[in-house]
């Protein structure tokens, strides 16, 4: 069961503690190499499984706040399921390949990754802290102002470019996310 739900797209992300009789080294060893977070046996203090059980949630939230940064680089610092990191690679490499459509969105996304919208809402959240809707949105940020810094386009142009329909949009979006305007941020950062 445990090799099963680790070798799942699906549900790989789920902590497992094995609570088995199986006391031995070669038991344990095995327990680990089919993907368990912790192993547990029998007879147990229940004070000790709560403990561990807080301790994996704690991992599991930091690992959360740290995987994913708002302009969509992964921390290649923080340790993943194999299937976990290629399902955020994908993700983000889908947001890079389509951002400056207005049409993408969340949908374009879960079709081709070719999971239902639960368990990809529910997959997501487990691995990141940020919403998928506000990842897509920090990266069109994060490529507007890139382009607000290096070109000589306009900022409606820039807008379009990072897959804004409404120019005026683009502005309160990014005024929210860099306390100034694109305008004056142009201004400032313009070479």
Known sequence: LCNNIKNDLRYCHIPVVLLTAK???N???NGYETGADDYIFKPFDGELLKARIKNLLAKKESLRRQLIGSDCVINTKTRINSLD????????????QHYSNPEF?????IDNIGMSRSVFYSKF????NQSINDLITNFRLKKAEELIRTSNLTISEIA???GFHDPAYFSRVFRKAYNISPTDYKK???K
């Open 125 to 128: 959240k487990a691995l990141s």
């Open 85 to 96: 990191a290629t399902f955020i690679e994908k993700i983000i490499k889908l947001i890079y």
């Open 105 to 109: 969105n969340v949908n374009d996304i």
């Open 188 to 190: 400032v950062h313009s």
């Open 160 to 162: 379009n470019e990072c």
């Open 27 to 29: 038991d344990q060893i």
């Open 23 to 25: 006391v031995t080294i």
